[in-house]
């Protein structure tokens, strides 16, 4: 499963370090890639996640999620 989320407030590496973590701690998630530049982050797992559970963990982190 690959799923790209835009994420809007993310604008420096804190902020990424943010998303990744909050991301990665999602149950199932294998890889997590920050795009600073394009506002996205694209998750990697071998099973399904839904992806408003990816969403909301974003938004507990700070930060406003959308599927791309």
């Known amino acids: 499963m690959k799923v790209t989320l835009v994420v809007n407030g993310m604008m420096c590496e804190h902020c990424k ?9 999602v149950a199932g998630v294998e ?5 600073l530049k394009k506002k996205t982050a694209t998750v ?10 990816l969403i909301t963990a974003v938004k ?9």
């Open 60 to 68: 507990e982190a700070g930060f406003d999620a959308t599927a791309e």
């Open 44 to 53: 990697k797992s071998k099973e399904d996640i839904p992806t408003e559970d």
């Open 17 to 25: 370090a943010r998303v990744d973590s909050a991301l990665s701690a």
């Open 31 to 35: 890889k997590v890639k920050i795009d």
